[in-house]
């Protein structure tokens, strides 16, 4: 994908402004000059230089000098802190774009399913649409290259499908059905990415909404939804922050303006150079300043996530429930590379409005730091917050005097434990093998007559998926080499329904229809349901302190 750079005035402005307004992206930056000795920067980089010329000149056998530098990036930026990090300019457009909210291409969702890729589903607006894609199409050539059993990768299919807006791409698809292949000349369009993946009415008063990560247009997705759950009567918001790994600081702080009163703080940063030191304020009239407020983290909500999070709770505006989420807080800056790579350097360390950091301990042990979920589980915490142990010396208060904790993460003021009551092996195995999504594809395609003229609410309200459909998913993963297991079949069989008919849901309808159904067995929905009563107490209550005096 095609980018344009910035000029350097375009690229520092942000930066300065981005905490201290509570707006902008941060974009990328100029390096200020090291305070450290230049002598020593100068002896080490000849000294890699020496190195270098040593082992391409002299080494025994060939070596690609380029991966090697590469190598030794990774482990250099490896032993300064686990989020520091380099992406090769192969993938940079790549990962950009995930952030960016759009990318030019032909505007499908695809799934690799045996080592062939199937169109998940046209994207609504996108080239690919109107030119009468279907969901279930398989790709097979694209511009003349095969591209069916030939060990094909996600990134070779964004290489092939990406492109300048107003390029075309000839794509050849399969159909069920069909003996010959279709032909498709499609001319690549912007296509847009949705961060807020879902956004409905739970019942009169709450509105629910999903983010799946904060990108360059999460904060004008939310406005929007929230605009439309106002207009449906919302008094009472849950935000699912749910394995959300974050993004862009800004679209945090700006969200959460929406959401606190007038100059309350919403994060601090403090780094080596001065010009990262900075605070972020709500300045603005939000959105929804008054209604009560519930955040869902568990331990995949990182970065802006737990700003956002953070704010809301330190600030005593509503309650977080959940498990203890990641603990990432380091700010990360991008900065561009000669050769098309990317820098993500660590530039500062953020803190709650409280003063907590919320950063969990890291030292060169790389693999432990990205093992920490695994050590939880292991010790417990996803069954019992009693198994967490908090460090006195890392105590603070909340604006009314509430105590929470840093040094790893946002506690979450009511703590749910994982359920692992219906999930099974056997169900992990179906899904990972894409056994389920298979099957999905084609039961919509068959079954399109059916559905028609049932609405996404009839669908959540009344569709209920078989014993017989269950019956065919099971022979589906046979056919993927999943072997039947009657014993977690018969403990997960509820729970299988409900997956497929999220998935089906999704399929036929959208990304709220599938979190409709997935939402009613997901317990830390379900328990911050019942607690807005508290929310409520929490956001209305004098200072704690005032309390404790009057008494």
Known sequence: MSETKNTKSQIRLPIILALAISAGIWIGATFAEPKGNQNDLRAALYKLQEIMTYVNRDYVDSVNTNELVEFGINKMLEHLDP?????????????????????????????IIRDTIYVVAPLTGGPSEALGIQSGD?????????????????????EKLRGPKGSVVVVDMKRKNQKDLIEYKITRDKIPQYSIIASYMVNNEIGYIKVSRFAATTYDEFKQSLTDLKSKG??????????????YMGAAINMADELLGDRALIVSQEGKVEQYNQKAFAFKPGMFEEGSVIVLVNEGSASASEILAGAIQDNDRGLIVGRRSFGKGLVQMPIDLSDGAELRLTIARYYTPSGRSIQKPYDANYEAYERDWVNR????EFFSADSIKFNDSLKYETVKGRTVYGGGGIMPDFFVPLDTTMSSAYVNKLF???SAREFVLDFANEN????????????YKDYTVSDVMLNELVEYGKKNKVEFDSKDFAKSKEYLKVLIKAHLGKQLYDDSTFYKVVNDINEVYLQALRLFDEAEKIALATDLHEEEEEE
Do not use: C, W
């Open 234 to 247: 919302m008094k009472k918001l849950v935000i699912d922050l749910q394995g959300n790994p974050g993004g």
């Open 377 to 380: 589980f292991e010790h417990g």
């Open 448 to 459: 399109k007559s059916k559905f028609e003229n049932m609405t996404a609410t009839q669908y």
């Open 83 to 111: 989020h520091s990090s380099y992406i090769p300019a192969k993938d940079a457009s790549i990962v950009q774009s995930q952030l960016d909210g759009e990318f030019d291409g032909i505007g499908v969702e695809f799934g």
């Open 138 to 158: 398989q790709i097979i050539r694209v511009d003349g290259e095969n591209m069916a059993g030939v060990g094909v990768t996600n990134r070779d299919v964004f």
């Open 432 to 434: 990972n093998s894409d």
